[in-house]
């Protein structure tokens, strides 16, 4: 997957309920999907700290226009995710 397909799988299937925002729980429920080797604990605590970190405006949610691509550089990072170019 590219980035430009994450981002747009982040928008299209991980914001369900379409308010241009990614939650903790959406998150979550993504980390499950994504197949990453976490229990459900530990991919909870994942969504937490990503959307803890990512969050600059501090609205308790990822913003998809403004926050995404951090999204994105952090999964890679501390995931360990590989995009394609």
Avoid at 52 to 59: A, F, G, P, Q, V
């Amino acid at each position: 997957m590219s980035r430009e397909e994450c981002k747009k799988w982040l928008t299209e299937t991980v914001d369900l309920n379409r308010d241009g925002k990614i939650s903790r729980r959406e998150l979550h429920q993504a980390i499950q999907k994504l197949g990453l080797r976490f229990g459900w604990v530990k991919a909870w605590y994942e969504a937490w700290h990503a959307v803890k970190k990512l969050d600059i405006n501090k609205n308790g949610a990822i913003d998809v226009d403004s926050e995404i691509d951090l999204l994105i550089k952090y999964a890679e990072k501390e995931w360990g995710i590989k995009f394609t170019n």
